[in-house]
């Protein structure tokens, strides 16, 4: 009896000593999986600052940040005409803030609306067969989206506002942001499902035994206490919107318009990107590192909105956990 047990208790040793071992492979994988992506992080940061005060050495920030003109068509030789160009980016910031705008209004009342549907009134059966349906929207690639904004919405729009005199671009701002809109409301929808089915249920049917309807306790009731998870996905969302390319590159053009008009052809920070690092360029002059100094500038954006963004959910988190 005695030397069964100790075979047992032997073998139970080894078994621990094998899981701990496995245990701290694991540890050591996760570990190295978290440096390297903390380190590709510090390196894409560094690489955009470095490029960006080399940048700042040859155009003034001031110009940069509150300039409003963006024309970086530099010439390759002194002797050539237009041998400076104008890099202000006030222009591609509001190309890149009307374009988002709109997105947004799109995006946010028909992905609020459906999360509340799927999470509040959607029977379990019709919730697993529209959910994935509407996430298929997510998984369709960006220049897909670009094709239908340039070939189908932009022309529409173009055919709707001539049939009521007005003078529209083929290009516009409205058709961009209204395609993108469409790309977004997965994004919203699925968090404001999560902002919503985390509110206990004890709040509804404190709302119920009140005598409050239905659509009175989504109202007054579900809403206000999922709204600050609801403002954290909308304020990523917005970040996403603010970071996209191929839509505006198809469908906004590369005109750097300063001007509020949704109807007008407008550009962005990120097709300014594109179009500055495509083809043949050469790393010294101001016209291709212009490029890092507005990669610099929308990581800056995107930060902002993705820290609000975390504050806020992490209240949110508290609150209810």
């Known amino acids: 009896m005695n030397t069964l047990a100790r075979a047992s208790f032997i073998g139970t040793s080894r078994a621990r000593r094998v899981q701990k071992n496995i245990e701290r492979a694991a540890m050591a994988v ?40 963006w024309s970086p068509q530099t010439a390759m030789r002194s002797d050539q005409v237009g041998a400076s160009g104008s890099f202000g980016a006030v222009p591609l910031l509001a190309g890149t803030f009307l374009i988002s705008a709109i997105a947004m209004t799109v995006a946010v009342p028909f992905g609020l609306l459906s999360a509340i549907y799927l999470s509040e009134y959607a029977s379990r059966r019709a919730r697993d067969i529209l959910k994935p349906l509407l996430e298929i929207l997510a998984g369709i690639p960006t220049v897909v989206y670009g094709f239908f904004a340039a070939l189908v919405v932009a022309p529409m729009i173009r055919d709707a506002g001539s049939g009521v005199g007005l003078d529209i671009s083929s290009e516009s701002a409205l058709a961009a942001g209204a395609v993108m809109g469409i790309m977004i409301i997965p994004f919203i929808s699925s968090l404001s499902d999560d902002a919503l089915a985390a509110v206990p249920d004890s709040l509804r049917q404190a709302g119920y035994g009140l005598g409050a309807t239905q659509a009175e306790t989504i109202r007054q009731v579900i809403l206000p206490a999922a709204l600050p998870g609801i403002s954290g996905g909308i304020l990523l969302a917005m970040s996403r919107a ?32 594109v179009a500055l690092l495509t083809g043949d360029q050469e ?20 930060l902002v909105f993705n820290v609000a963004a975390l504050r806020i959910v992490r209240k949110y988190r508290q609150q209810y956990d």
């Open 242 to 273: 603010v970071g996209e390319t191929m839509i505006v590159v198809m469908a906004a053009g590369l005109a750097a318009n300063l001007t509020a008009n949704p109807l007008a052809a407008v550009t962005t920070v990120t097709a300014q990107i």
């Open 30 to 69: 996760l570990i190295l999986c978290a440096t390297v992506a903390i380190l590709t992080t510090i390196g894409i940061v560094f690489s955009l600052l470095f490029e960006s005060l080399r940048f700042f050495s040859q155009v003034p920030i001031t110009d940069f940040l509150f300039g409003l003109n």
């Open 283 to 302: 790393f010294d002059s101001a016209k291709t590192l212009s490029a890092f100094a507005l990669g610099l500038l929308l990581f800056l954006i995107t």
